[in-house]
């Protein structure tokens, strides 16, 4: 069974910044997609940011802030937070996707983010 171990979230000052890693108990070359969402209280879980061999996409609320990397070596997914602000406080959660058939889906346990203003 994968597992998504998350780390790095915390309270943190607007204008700050903070870096989540995903710890990816398999071999990143497994997936065919990485990528970081967040939910916050009372909303829809959506995407951050997500990683492919070739390509990242942001969500528009994070453009210019957030930078999502990956180190296959390391087996390790990060999300750098700069310029946080208060409305991106939200549980942030892993995710990592096998283009088998049928897909498969793998989820961490997520990271609380809470930015004061």
């Known amino acids: 069974q994968v597992q998504l171990v998350e780390s790095g979230g915390g309270l943190v000052q607007a204008g700050g910044s903070l870096r989540l890693s995903c710890r990816a108990s398999?071999?990143?070359?497994?997936?065919?997609?990485m990528g970081w969402y967040r939910q916050a209280p009372g909303k829809q879980r959506e995407l951050v940011a997500s990683?492919?061999?070739?390509?990242?996409d942001y969500g528009d609320s994070v453009k210019g802030r957030f930078t999502i990397s990956r180190d296959n070596a390391k087996g390790t997914l990060f999300l750098q937070m700069n310029n946080l602000k208060p409305e991106d406080t939200a549980v942030y959660y892993c995710n990592a996707v096998r283009l088998w058939v049928p897909q498969r889906t793998y989820w961490g346990q997520g990271t609380q983010v809470t930015v004061s203003s």
């Open positions: 990683i492919t061999s070739g390509r990242t």
């Open positions: 398999e071999m990143m070359s497994t997936f065919n997609e």
